[in-house]
């Protein structure tokens, strides 16, 4: 089991967090197991972008502290330009 310990975002300028965050299959604390990871990435990947407001969506793991599976994950976003 790994435990999310921090998640952070980079990229949205326009988008609140809260409206990223809320698509998420996962939050700040949670633990989940190691082999439902990757899926559990991916699903949160495609759920972010099924919101149209962005172009790419990336969640990589910016830090794994073996010792007690503590993760922090970073999203890397680009926000989808629209015109008025």
């Known amino acids: ?46 759920l972010v972008m099924n919101t149209g407001l962005f172009n790419s969506a990336n969640i990589t793991i910016k830090n794994w502290r073996g010792a007690d599976n503590h993760v922090h994950l970073h999203l890397i976003l680009a926000e989808a330009w629209y015109i008025y």
Do not use: C
Not at 10 to 25: C, F, H, P, S, Y
């Open 1 to 46: 089991m790994i435990f999310i310990e921090q998640i952070s975002m980079e990229g949205n300028q326009r988008t609140r967090d809260a409206i990223i965050l809320r698509e998420l299959k996962f939050r700040r604390g949670d633990t989940i197991p190691v082999s439902q990871l990757e899926k559990i990435l991916e699903e949160s990947e495609e």
